[in-house]
């Protein structure tokens, strides 16, 4: 193969890449949309209020879709806190994340402690929601506290 | 190979792998809650004198509780009629020690005054939520009591302000 006939190859080679490349992506793309916020509402210090993924009114409610299988993770926050520093533990457990139908139905009940994998289908959205435990305590002064939670979807490679 | 073949070759070897590269995406989710205040008198107990023999001095007791987590302003709306006793003769003052404590029993910081009209006892947030005592010791004279025999009752009106 001469360096001429050899160019010419790796160049129609490269340039078929390209298009393939976008195919896939354009396929595979996922979106993440929060609806609803985790609130725990008013509380009383030296109490434990848990929100349940079932309370329809207090989780957290992000709608998904896409299509095939993502890996949701998530960055949970150790405790709300008001602008000043005084902070609310903040726990979360196995159950306290799953995975909804938009009809409310349950696909199934995820850890969000881990990483999950989830199937997306036909660009159908499915709604992740999530629950969680704050703990005040006698010493937890009146305020408005507050956290993030990051959520991360990550579509594997084929 | 020359140089621009070695360059195309490269940059192929770049793309291939991106072909396969993960996609991610990031959300977020906010997290709330608000922490009630806590400010609410308890159920009082009456300072009562009791039953008095005419002539006789007399002491008694009262309090109410009150639970906060939020800075306080103790003030008596009735000034100088706080506590003053009706009954069928003339209206008696006793006279009162009064205060906060951490129990029902012992005074730990007074009021300024037991029947001024202005703030008598400003308290600072505390750490937690607690329950503290607003007392009212009363004493009557001999002299007090040496008058028209019958029921003298009155009312110890205390406003605490959340400051």
Same mark, same amino acid.
């Given at each position: 193969?001469?360096?001429?006939?050899?160019?010419?190859?790796?160049?129609? #080679? #490269?340039?078929?890449?390209?298009?393939?490349?976008?195919?896939?992506?354009?396929?595979?793309?996922?979106?993440?949309?929060?609806?609803?916020?985790?609130?725990? =509402?008013?509380?009383?210090?030296?109490?434990?209020?848990?929100?349940?993924?079932?309370?329809?009114?207090?989780?957290?409610?992000?709608?998904?879709?896409?299509?095939?299988?993502?890996?949701?993770?998530?960055?949970?926050?150790?405790?709300?806190?008001?602008?000043?520093?005084?902070?609310?533990?903040?726990?979360?457990?196995?159950?306290?994340?799953? #995975?909804? !139908?938009?009809?409310?139905? !349950?696909?199934?009940?995820?850890?969000?402690?881990?990483?999950?994998?989830?199937?997306?289908?036909?660009?159908? !959205?499915?709604?992740?929601?999530? =629950?969680?435990?704050?703990?005040?305590?006698?010493?937890?002064?009146?305020?408005?506290?507050?956290?993030?939670?990051?959520?991360?979807?990550?579509?594997?490679?084929? | 190979?020359?140089?621009?073949?070695?360059?195309?070759?490269?940059?192929?070897?770049?793309?291939?792998?991106?072909?396969?590269?993960?996609?991610?995406?990031?959300?977020?989710?906010?997290?709330?809650?608000?922490?009630?205040?806590?400010?609410?008198?308890?159920?009082?107990?009456?300072?009562?004198?009791?039953?008095?023999?005419?002539?006789?001095?007399?002491?008694?007791?009262?309090?109410?509780?009150?639970?906060? %987590?939020?800075?306080?302003?103790?003030?008596?709306?009735?000034?100088?009629?706080?506590?003053?006793?009706?009954?069928?003769?003339?209206?008696?003052?006793?006279?009162?020690?009064?205060?906060?404590?951490?129990?029902?029993?012992?005074?730990?910081?007074?009021?300024?005054?037991? %029947?001024?009209?202005?703030?008598?006892?400003?308290?600072?947030?505390?750490?937690?939520?607690?329950?503290?005592?607003?007392?009212? %010791?009363?004493?009557?004279?001999?002299?007090?009591?040496?008058?028209?025999?019958?029921?003298?009752?009155?009312?110890?009106?205390?406003?605490?302000?959340?400051?």
């Amino acid at each position: 193969m001469t360096s001429r006939t050899g160019r010419g190859l790796l160049v129609a #080679l #490269l340039l078929a890449s390209w298009p393939s490349q976008t195919d896939a992506q354009s396929a595979k793309s996922v979106s993440i949309n929060p609806v609803q916020s985790l609130s725990f =509402g008013l509380l009383l210090p030296d109490r434990r209020e848990a929100v349940r993924v079932t309370d329809v009114a207090r989780r957290a409610v992000v709608a998904l879709s896409g299509n095939g299988p993502v890996d949701v993770a998530l960055v949970l926050p150790t405790s709300l806190e008001t602008p000043t520093g005084e902070r609310i533990t903040l726990q979360f457990s196995a159950g306290d994340a799953a #995975l909804l !139908t938009t009809s409310g139905s !349950t696909i199934g009940t995820l850890d969000p402690l881990q990483v999950n994998r989830v199937q997306l289908g036909n660009d159908r !959205t499915v709604l992740f929601v999530l =629950g969680g435990t704050a703990i005040t305590n006698a010493t937890t002064h009146p305020g408005h506290y507050t956290a993030r939670v990051a959520l991360l979807v990550n579509q594997p490679g084929t | 190979m020359n140089r621009s073949l070695r360059l195309i070759a490269a940059l192929g070897m770049l793309a291939l792998p991106a072909a396969a590269q993960a996609q991610s995406i990031t959300g977020s989710i906010a997290a709330s809650a608000d922490i009630a205040t806590v400010f609410s008198f308890g159920a009082p107990s009456p300072l009562n004198f009791g039953s008095i023999v005419p002539g006789t001095a007399a002491a008694g007791s009262g309090y109410i509780p009150l639970s906060r %987590n939020v800075g306080v302003i103790y003030s008596l709306p009735d000034g100088a009629t706080t506590g003053q006793l009706s009954g069928p003769g003339p209206a008696i003052t006793p006279s009162y020690t009064c205060g906060v404590g951490s129990t029902s029993t012992t005074i730990v910081s007074a009021f300024s005054s037991c %029947n001024g009209t202005t703030s008598v006892l400003t308290l600072s947030s505390p750490t937690g939520t607690l329950t503290e005592y607003v007392i009212f %010791n009363g004493s009557l004279t001999a002299a007090q009591t040496n008058t028209v025999p019958g029921t003298y009752s009155g009312t110890i009106r205390v406003t605490a302000t959340a400051n």
